[in-house]
């Protein structure tokens, strides 16, 4: 079993950064960010494995401390519609996908609010 702690998620301006975090309790090969916007379905952000360098798309940026069982999302020039719960998973699948049923470890999710 893994017990995933996110931290860090708060209210901020349209164009701000924030940077969230998730603590596992112990190495998963994988760790990723998921969201779900209010009336929404949970969607998918970004993933990173042990051996993977950091990776972006668009204005976030996903990283991970294995030293640490800590993942990352830096999120940049934030905008009202990134406004969401955004969930920390993870999961021991060496092939894993964006499908929610490949992560089998979850947070209990950040909030994260963005004003315009």
């Known amino acids: 079993q893994v017990q995933l702690v996110e931290s860090g998620g708060e209210s901020v301006q349209a164009g701000g950064s924030l940077r969230i975090s998730c603590a596992a309790s112990r190495f998963v090969y994988a760790m990723g960010w998921f969201r779900q916007a209010p009336g929404k379905e949970r969607e998918f952000v970004l993933a990173i494995s042990g051996r993977d360098a950091p990776s972006a798309k668009g204005r976030f940026t996903i990283s991970r401390d294995n030293a640490k069982n800590t993942v990352y999302l830096q999120m940049n020039s934030l905008e009202p519609e990134d406004t969401a719960v955004y969930y920390c998973?993870?999961?021991?699948?060496?092939?894993?996908?964006?499908?929610?049923?490949?992560?089998?470890?979850w947070g209990q999710g950040t909030q994260v609010t963005v004003s315009s």
């Open positions: 998973a993870a999961t021991d699948k060496v092939f894993f996908s964006t499908n929610l049923g490949d992560w089998h470890y």
